[in-house]
């Protein structure tokens, strides 16, 4: 049992960076006596957090079981279409709003993240990163808490679109493109290039669950 880590982090968030993290995927059987023991903590605490994750969708029932939720192809395009809205606005506001420390942040990780192109898991948590700093440089809490919530869900996708042969390379030019125009305060600029760069994202996204299920 992790008795540290628990202490650091509740339930809810122990298992939520597990669905993330990839630990549990889409199908996989929760059971509240295993993550118990897995992350330390008491079975009343893992209920309570499972009764959430159900409530957010991201947890769904199989008879009395709860398993990891799945998105079909209707929901996944849902998703991406609030995504890209909300997206577009983060890269507005953050022209708008972000510091020049905050600025110097995004390129510097855009350049850190070339080293990591031969490793599309490492590459897709290091993009979450570089989203996360865009929507916090836009400097408004709720359009971060909506943010966050929909980046929750995406953790329900099996596989990432950076896995797709040479996608990683042009995510990262697409990275400059926006940090660029957020540089140079311009918010239509800012904001087309991320919605573009959520658009090609999507349209890759779709070819690879395409190839999926030719196999």
């Not at 510097?108 to 996360?132: C, S, W």
């Not at 966050?148 to 896995?163: E, I, K, Y």
């Not at 760069?197 to 395409?210: G, M």
């Amino acid at each position: 049992m992790n008795t540290g880590r628990a202490g650091q982090k509740d339930a809810y968030s122990l298992i939520l960076d597990a669905i993330d993290t990839g630990t549990y995927r889409p199908g996989d059987r929760l059971v509240e006596s295993d993550l118990a023991e897995r992350f330390g903590v008491s079975r009343t605490p893992i209920r309570e957090a499972l009764q959430r994750l159900e409530t957010q969708s991201l947890l769904t029932r199989d008879g009395r079981s709860l398993i990891v939720a799945s998105l079909d192809h209707n929901q996944l395009a849902e998703l991406y279409a609030v995504r890209t809205e909300l997206e577009g606005l983060a890269a507005r506001l953050a022209a708008r709003h972000a510091t020049a420390e905050e600025i110097l942040v995004l390129a510097e990780m855009v350049q850190t993240d070339r080293g990591l192109l031969h490793d599309p898991k490492a590459l897709a948590r290091a993009n979450r990163r570089f989203h996360q700093q865009i929507h916090l440089a836009s400097h408004n809490r709720f359009l971060v808490q909506q943010l966050d919530l929909v980046h929750r869900s995406m953790a329900l996708m099996a596989t990432t679109s950076l896995a797709a042969e040479g996608r990683g390379a042009v995510a990262l030019q697409e990275h400059d493109r926006i940090v660029d125009a957020i540089r140079k305060r311009d918010e239509d600029g800012a904001s087309r290039a991320l919605r573009d760069h959520i658009s090609v994202a999507f349209v890759t996204r779709l070819k690879l669950d395409s190839q999926a299920r030719d196999v």
